[in-house]
């Protein structure tokens, strides 16, 4: 699906401006593929194109979704990595979700998470992923993350991931892992 997909953006775009069919595609694969996700939907369901549900839950069991809003938080976060795949800096380069949605139980067992920690999407709007991206520059992936996203952004670098996220309210915050 993906390579069929790209093939009709390039296409498209020798028409159209880049940001229009990518909006206009994302959109268009949400009203199709993404209604009706829910906690219960198969780990193979996609949020996105590129953007799988088990991948938020690192397809353990055990990290599955309880309430329908983290799954809508879910898929914000999915359609702005969608975004940043797509980025000149990333260029279509598969994103790796390091760390997703954690219980409670799993995140009291996370070092150095912490008890309020976006990985616990325990209330709507609040939700967050580590990604890692292989023979890519992550200081420009930052760098580029710092002026797009407006939420959460954890500078792990140095430990080898990103961490990507929003809070309730929608505050803008940056903080490097120590």
């Known amino acids: 699906m993906n390579t069929i997909l790209n093939i009709i953006i390039g296409i498209i775009k020798k028409l159209f401006k ?3 069919v990518e909006n206009l ?28 549900y088990g991948e938020l839950a690192l397809d353990v069991e055990a990290r599955r979704f309880i309430h329908q809003y983290q799954c809508n938080t879910a898929l914000f976060l999915c359609k702005f990595l969608e975004k940043l795949r797509i980025s000149e800096i990333v260029n279509k380069s598969a994103i790796r979700i390091t760390s997703g949605y954690r219980t409670p139980e799993i995140n009291s067992k996370t070092p150095n998470a912490s008890t309020t920690s976006e990985h616990l999407y ?5 939700g967050g992923v580590d990604i890692f991206i292989s023979g890519v520059d992550m200081d420009k992936v930052y760098e580029w993350l710092d002026n797009n996203w407006p939420y959460s952004l954890g500078d792990g670098r140095h430990l080898g991931f990103i961490h990507i996220g929003i809070r309730p309210g929608r505050p803008r915050v940056r903080w490097t892992y120590s």
Do not use: H, Y
């Open 25 to 52: 595609i994302l959109n268009d694969f949400r009203e199709k593929d993404v209604e009706g996700i829910t906690p219960g939907s198969s780990f193979e369901k996609r949020f996105t194109p590129n953007f799988r």
């Open 18 to 20: 880049q940001e229009n």
């Open 122 to 126: 325990n209330e709507p709007d609040k």
